[in-house]
């Protein structure tokens, strides 16, 4: 069975990115949320097996949207995105529950082995 994946960035060409990295990697889109808020929404009612989590959206950030899914779902898995230059957040967001991290702009195999590390 593949594993159900939810995009959350809210610029359309990384989801799409992101998509076709996991289709052609054999996973399954869950979903796909343009803002924090929309991610916690479909986490709900998607329960996917992991979530990628792009830190910097409108209406909720990313760490606050990883805090609001944690609540929901102690066990729940994320890994965030984030541009160069954002450490502090990277921190931020691993303190706040996030089980890793990739940079952008992401190199197709760094994000299959950050799925990988994060679903065991």
Known sequence: ??????????????????KDILLSNGYEIAG???????????YKKEKPDIVMMDITMPEMDGITAVKEIRKLDPSAKVVMCSALGQQSM????????AKDFIVKPFQ?????????????
């Open 1 to 18: 069975m593949s594993q159900k994946v939810l995009i959350a960035d809210d610029a359309a060409f990384m989801r799409m990115m992101i």
């Open 32 to 42: 796909e949320a343009n803002n924090g808020l929309k991610a916690v929404e479909l």
């Open 90 to 97: 990277v921190m931020e967001a691993i303190q706040s529950g």
């Open 108 to 120: 197709p195999d760094r994000v299959i082995e950050a799925l990988k590390k994060v679903l065991g």
